[in-house]
């Protein structure tokens, strides 16, 4: 079983810039890509960036430039730095973990969700 902690969300004015962190602990094997999804009321979750463990990287269009993912593969921990936030990022941002036990068993695993708020 992984257990995902996200954190870094809150309240930002527009332009502005925030960092989330999502660290990955328990009975981890290999992880394979690590990502961010976002949902807003009456929406369905979006991809909003994801990263292998080679770091190749897939950003969604509406954030391309202004947002960037990393990982530390040695921490299991993946980053979202969001800059020139705007008003329609605010969303509650999840973390996505696709891990692979020692049998090749895939599971893929959520983080609780974390609050972003970009005010105008």
């Known amino acids: 079983q992984v257990q995902l902690v996200e954190s870094g969300g809150g309240l930002v004015q527009v332009g502005g810039s925030l960092r989330l962190s999502c660290a990955a602990s328990?009975?981890?094997?290999?992880?394979?890509?690590m990502g961010w999804y976002r949902q807003t009321p009456g929406k369905q979750r979006e991809l909003v960036a994801g990263?292998?463990?080679?770091?190749?990287?897939n950003i969604a269009g509406s954030v391309k430039g202004r947002f960037t993912i990393s990982r530390d593969n040695a921490k299991n921990t993946v980053y979202l730095q969001m800059n020139s936030l705007k008003a329609e990022d605010t969303a509650v941002y999840y973390c996505n973990v696709d891990h692979s036990t020692w049998l090749g068993i895939r599971g893929v695993y959520w983080g609780q969700g974390t609050q972003v708020t970009v005010s105008s």
């Open positions: 328990g009975s981890i094997n290999r992880i394979n890509v």
């Open positions: 990263i292998t463990s080679g770091g190749s990287t």
